[in-house]
């Protein structure tokens, strides 16, 4: 999507209501930030010791010594760096319901995400982090709707995941952050949704995505919001397989009874609907003459599209403008992930946020000493513009030093403080629609399931794929003989099942359609050896060359030539490989990441 100017919308009488009550609740908080962005280092300070403070008489607090901490430098002396599994003993004992184990509060929630073994990560949530996310997704909406008054006038058309999937030992729900957000947004942002909650838990994703559109047909959407765009696109391309339906629906006032949407909801919906012959001759008319049914057809009161757009994200952006206006904008959603919200995007430029530094307590490891036995731990008010860093959390929630495995680029400066961006998951992660793959999984997945291969071949790595939807490739090289197809494809089927057993992210993508099934690309005899060849010739050592079989690089297959695809429907494979299908460049001036040229730390993004 471009970053045009919004249309001009003059605002309706709910949209200003709803642009006064945030102007109430979230200005003074957006200036009391601004003021604070001009003193980082002392801004910072107060917050990590607020959370100590806070947090003083917890487990966690007490075997780390919390009243000693004296300082910034004395917090990264005395307590150490923490991933997952390091706090994984103290999670399950907050999950059982024991008291003051990470934090002062009790946790009122687990979000559920990928970590790097088959055991999902429950991150906490409690009321003040909840309270912080809240806070900082009011502020983007402050500093969205300055800019795009009109995006109050309709409805927001927002796509999350269930809130509650099960309940810890304790009896804490447990399920997925986007859902426990879209549940407890202040009422009056609510009210502007256009699908019900309830719609987002029908267990079928077909029938889910058709209700989603149902619904949205006869809305007028004048913001979309969700943050990963790949749910946008997979939207779109829905609304086009089932456009005759969807008018048919319009007509008779119905909800297709050919999907799977559970009785009492189907009848619950129905009694809003009504037929609607003209708005169906409309959609009709439309179809006859430009052959589909786009989103920029229906939805054209559409102001402002706010999702990501750094990362892999960017890979869907192209894409977007085959289905909306090249002059809708749209806005980066922040660094925001299941631990924290971690950043604040107040222009459509880009794909860069202003650090939340009055929320969260940050350190950063510049990207060439990730692997240093002793790393230099930086603050915020020490990054430099330009610079690739690994980022470690200190939350409200009860993280501490918590490296969350995340690189993230300055891409600019709003007085003092960092504007950040998104690049991606550490090194052997991969992530293109959310599913945060990581590198032993696959391989656990990979030596699971050799049993269906008796022929002897090397293994080389599993690769993304660009496409439609997209997917991932392994890439294989055979020892001796060529292995039959079928064979290939009972492996790689086993594969996918195992990883989908090993990674409920990843499952979640695949079932719900956002990620297509790995193909295997077998390389042709010799390929894995002369690249190592090319790269010990570059410089890299002979001895410690290896390769990640997991490399989220979307280019690193350019490196092998391929002998043969086997995939299930080998034609469809052909059409969206990775060659076929052109992958936008992170700085090409479309997507706007980075600013052409540094700007002075005064005047970058103005408010």
């Keep these: 999507m471009q970053n045009t100017a919004s249309q001009n919308h003059r605002p309706g009488l709910r949209s200003w209501c709803i642009q006064s009550l945030l102007a109430a609740s979230a200005s003074h908080g957006a200036h009391r930030f601004e003021e604070?962005?001009?003193?980082?280092?002392?801004?910072?300070?107060?917050?990590?010791?607020?959370?100590?403070?806070?947090?003083?008489?917890?487990?966690?607090?007490?075997?780390?010594?919390?009243?000693?901490?004296?300082?910034?430098?004395?917090?990264?002396?005395?307590?150490?760096?923490?991933?997952?599994?390091?706090?994984?003993?103290?999670?399950?004992?907050?999950?059982?319901?024991?008291?003051?184990?990470?934090?002062?509060?009790?946790?009122?929630?687990?979000?559920?995400?990928?970590?790097?073994?088959?055991?999902?990560?429950?991150?906490?949530?409690?009321?003040?982090?909840?309270?912080?996310?809240?806070?900082?997704?009011?502020?983007?909406?402050?500093?969205?709707?300055?800019?795009?008054?009109?995006?109050?006038n309709g409805k927001i058309l927002a796509m999350v995941s269930p809130e509650i999937e099960g309940f810890t030992e304790g009896g804490i729900p447990m399920g997925s952050e986007s859902g426990h957000a879209y549940r407890h947004m202040p009422?009056?942002?609510?009210?502007?949704?256009?699908?019900?909650?309830?719609?987002f838990e029908i267990e079928d994703y077909e029938a889910k995505y058709y209700t989603i559109l149902r619904i949205a047909i006869e809305s007028d959407i004048t913001a979309i919001g969700t943050c990963n765009p790949s749910t946008i696109l997979l939207l779109s391309q829905k609304l086009q397989e089932n456009k005759e339906s969807l008018v048919q629906d319009v007509r008779d006032g119905k909800i297709n009874s050919g999907f799977a949407v559970p009785n009492e909801l189907r009848n619950r919906l129905?009694?809003?609907?009504?037929?609607?012959?003209?708005?169906?001759?409309?959609?009709?008319?439309?179809?006859?003459?430009?052959?589909?049914?786009?989103?920029?057809?229906?939805?054209?009161?559409?102001?402002?599209?706010?999702?990501?757009?750094?990362?892999?994200?960017?890979?869907?952006?192209?894409?977007l403008q085959k289905y909306f206006s090249p002059t809708t904008p749209c806005r980066d959603w922040g660094y925001f992930s299941s631990e924290a919200r971690g950043s604040l995007p107040i222009s459509d430029q880009g794909c860069g946020g202003i650090l939340s530094i009055d929320t969260n307590f940050y350190e950063f490891v510049p990207e060439e000493a990730r692997e240093s036995n002793r790393p230099t731990f930086l603050t915020a008010d020490e990054l430099e513009l330009g610079k690739r860093y690994y980022v470690y959390l200190?939350?409200?929630?009860?993280?501490?030093?918590?490296?969350?495995?995340?690189?993230?680029?300055?891409v600019g400066f709003f007085h003092e403080t960092p504007i950040v961006a998104f690049v991606q998951k550490g090194t052997g992660v991969s992530s293109l629609t959310g599913e945060k793959l990581y590198e032993g999984q696959v391989c656990e997945a990979v030596r699971t399931s050799t049993h269906c291969l008796e022929e002897s071949f090397d293994f080389v790595c599993a690769t993304p794929d660009w496409g439609h939807p997209p997917r991932y490739s392994f890439l294989v090289e055979?020892?001796?003989?060529?292995?039959?197809?079928?064979?290939?494809?009972?492996?790689?089927?086993?594969?996918?099942?195992?990883?989908?057993?090993?990674?409920?992210?990843?499952?979640?993508?695949?079932?719900?359609?956002?990620?297509?099934?790995?193909?295997?690309?077998?390389?042709?005899?010799?390929?894995?050896?002369?690249?190592?060849?090319?790269?010990?010739?570059?410089?890299?050592?002979?001895?410690?060359?290896?390769?990640?079989?997991?490399?989220?690089d979307i280019e690193f297959q350019k490196n092998f030539k391929i002998d043969r695809v086997v995939a299930p429907n080998h034609a469809s494979a052909k059409k969206q490989s990775y060659e076929s299908v052109p992958v936008p460049n992170r700085f090409d001036s479309r997507f706007q990441v980075i600013p052409s040229a540094p700007q002075p730390r005064s005047e970058y993004m103005p408010m």
């Design 36 to 152: 604070q962005c001009r003193f980082p280092r002392e801004t910072q300070e107060a917050v990590l010791n607020r959370i100590l403070t806070e947090n003083t008489s917890t487990a966690f607090g007490n075997q780390h010594n919390f009243p000693q901490v004296r300082s910034m430098t004395g917090f990264q002396n005395i307590v150490p760096t923490t991933s997952y599994e390091f706090l994984r003993p103290y999670i399950e004992c907050s999950a059982e319901g024991k008291k003051r184990i990470l934090t002062q509060e009790n946790p009122v929630y687990f979000a559920t995400t990928s970590g790097t073994t088959g055991s999902p990560k429950m991150i906490p949530t409690t009321p003040s982090s909840r309270k912080a996310k809240s806070n900082l997704m009011k502020r983007w909406l402050y500093y969205a709707s300055k800019n795009h008054p009109g995006m109050f």
């Design 394 to 410: 200190t939350t409200s929630a009860g993280l501490y030093r918590y490296d969350i495995d995340d690189m993230l680029e300055v």
């Design 270 to 319: 129905s009694s809003h609907f009504a037929p609607n012959p003209g708005l169906a001759q409309r959609f009709e008319k439309l179809i006859e003459n430009t052959g589909g049914l786009l989103p920029k057809d229906i939805w054209t009161n559409l102001s402002l599209i706010g999702c990501w757009k750094g990362g892999s994200a960017s890979l869907y952006l192209n894409e």
């Design 187 to 199: 009422a009056v942002l609510r009210s502007l949704y256009a699908i019900p909650y309830e719609v």
């Design 478 to 552: 055979e020892k001796s003989h060529s292995v039959p197809e079928e064979r290939w494809l009972s492996w790689v089927d086993e594969v996918d099942k195992e990883m989908q057993q090993l990674n409920p992210e990843y499952k979640s993508k695949r079932t719900s359609l956002r990620l297509d099934s790995p193909i295997v690309k077998v390389l042709k005899r010799g390929e894995f050896d002369a690249y190592r060849r090319s790269q010990v010739e570059a410089g890299r050592a002979d001895g410690q060359f290896k390769i990640l079989k997991l490399n989220p």
